[in-house]
């Protein structure tokens, strides 16, 4: 190597060039992303962090330049000065920030080479990932994970910037730490001082930021590594990093407030996005019975509507037995059902037994009458009353499960996501955020055959039904709240 970097620095990367700089003398330093050779120029595009930019190597500028860049190949690490210039008309390129120009290279170092890859970075092909981890060093140059890291940490410090600027206090708790009762299982560190002893490293910072407010310290914040040693899923991780905070003095229409801020903050400044506030509020009893969930999605309908009072005297002996065993009837509606083929409502059966339904029963609307299998066991009022509870029209296909309430609601609650998707009903580029609140307080367990706390032992009652923790737990509500992004749950908290 030559001595390149003790002599020249670099003054911009590859993605920050536009056409604001045309005639600026630069120097580069990155990757060779693609290389062509058209007729004797060679044209390199070179990747950084920041983006790509095309330089090229014309012989008529310097020679030894251009016959050097003849041995560039994929992942070739490089130095590059020269000019930068417009491109011809018409051979801009609108799929980069840098398409308007490039950089006319009048001397290049090669600094180091590069075996061939064993994918290409370029985000064309698919990559399994244990290759992807095995080559992580090559999987980190990928555009797209570059700009999720960036994006990380664009968004930890606005968070920062929002927290201070509202009078938060960012405080580092402890990592090593006693073992308290969490939601999953702790990760444990055997003590050397201690022999047969260990630490628990931290589901949550749950005591830490408790002892915080005791002190005074009012409103805190952290930005957290917690742990969980549990199974991994896609939304589930044994490690992961959130914001913590804690607020003193105040009710959760202070803490939604803030938080509702926040997250405005975060998408204005690192995407660029503008949320309408305040976010709409759901009661977890109408989300699990209008969504089937307490996490809803609410980009799109498909909602669910009880028929059970419609069809418990029903002639279609599944419904009116099931109904008299204490279970339910609901039903989903999919306006435009042309679709759903034969084969599909098939397939769905199949899906909804995954979630321990014993069938689906459905209806095509037709202008006199349903097509259905469960048509002729019902009376012409039972038709025109489901019709007009699903507000159904010609066309649609309207979906039955009857069983118990839990299964009824999970197999009607994943099916309406699972038909959104499969029939391109969700917009991708859609925000839909909303506050699920009033959640009970405690759940019965078959198990300990008793009530447990829903959430944590931490949570408050709503005040006006404390009374009622004695005589019917049941029916206490939390003073506890979601937030729920296009059916994600991204936070929560509670008095």
């Known amino acids: 190597m030559s001595d390149f970097l003790t002599i ?17 003398e630069v120097i580069l330093m990155g990757w060779a992303h693609r290389w062509r050779d058209h007729g004797g120029v060679v044209f390199i595009d070179l990747r950084d962090r920041e983006g790509i930019v095309q330089v090229v190597f014309n012989p008529d500028v310097n020679a030894a330049c251009h016959d050097e860049a003849g041995r560039i190949r994929s992942e070739f690490v490089l130095a590059i000065q ?7 008309a018409g051979m801009e390129n ?10 006319l290279a ?30 992580r060093y090559l999987d980190l140059r990928r555009t797209e994970i570059q700009q999720n890291l960036i994006l990380r940490s ?14 938060f206090i960012e405080i580092e708790t402890p990592f090593l730490t006693k ?7 702790d990760y444990l560190v055997p003590s050397r001082v201690n022999q047969g002893m260990f630490y628990a490293l931290p589901q949550s910072p749950q005591i830490f930021k408790q002892l915080l407010m005791v002190s005074g310290f009012d409103r805190y914040f952290q930005i957290v590594k917690c742990f969980r040693d549990e199974d991994l899923r896609a939304d589930r991780q044994p490690e992961f990093t959130q914001i913590d905070v804690e607020m003193s003095f105040i009710t959760e229409e202070d803490v939604i407030r803030s938080m509702e801020g926040m997250i405005a903050h975060l998408f204005r400044t690192c995407l660029g996005r503008e949320l309408t506030l305040p976010f709409p509020r759901i009661a977890c009893r109408d989300a699990i019975g209008r969504f089937g969930k307490d996490n809803p999605d609410i980009r799109f309908g498909l909602e669910l509507r009880e028929l059970t009072d419609i069809l418990k005297g029903s002639g279609f002996k599944l419904f009116s037995e099931i109904a008299a065993a204490g279970g339910v009837i609901r039903a989903i509606k999919v306006e435009d059902g042309k679709g759903l083929s034969r084969k599909d409502l098939d397939e769905l059966k199949d899906f909804v037994a995954q979630y321990g339904a014993k069938g689906l029963a459905w209806a095509r609307v037709n202008p006199d009458g349903w097509t259905s299998p469960i048509f002729k ?4 009022t039972e038709v025109s009353a489901i019709n007009e509870r699903m507000d159904a029209r010609e066309g649609a296909v309207i979906l039955f499960v009857a069983d118990s309430p839990n299964i009824v609601r999970d197999a009607l609650g994943n099916l309406r996501t699972y038909l959104a998707k499969k029939l391109g009903l969700i917009d991708p580029k859609a925000l839909a955020f909303t506050w699920v609140t009033e959640f009970p307080l405690f759940e019965y367990s078959e198990t300990e055959k008793r009530f ?35 059916g994600s749950e991204i936070g929560g908290g509670s008095i």
């Not at 020249?8 to 600026?24: E, P, V």
């Not at 609108?94 to 950089?103: A, D, F, K, Q, S």
């Not at 073992?179 to 299982?185: D, I, K, M, N």
Request: aromatic share 6%; glycine share 6%; hydrophobic share 30%.
């Open 179 to 185: 073992s308290t009762p969490e939601g999953a299982r």
């Open 106 to 135: 009048d001397d290049l170092e090669i600094m180091n080479e590069s075996k061939t890859p064993p994918f290409v970075l370029d985000g064309t092909a698919e990559i399994s990932e244990n290759v992807r981890l095995k080559y």
């Open 82 to 88: 020269g000019r930068v210039r417009r491109r011809p």
């Open 94 to 103: 609108p799929e980069l920030r840098t398409g308007e120009i490039e950089v």
């Open 8 to 24: 020249r620095k670099r003054t911009h990367y590859c993605g920050d060039l536009n056409a604001s700089d045309d005639g600026k």
């Open 154 to 167: 664009r968004v930890a410090a606005a968070t920062r910037d929002y927290l201070h600027r509202e009078g």
């Open 377 to 380: 066991f019902l009376t012409p």
């Open 452 to 486: 447990v706390s829903t959430h944590h032992p931490f949570t408050s009652p709503v005040l006006d039904e404390v009374p009622l923790i004695e005589t019917d737990p049941g029916k206490v509500h939390a003073r506890a709240y979601d937030l729920v992004l296009n």
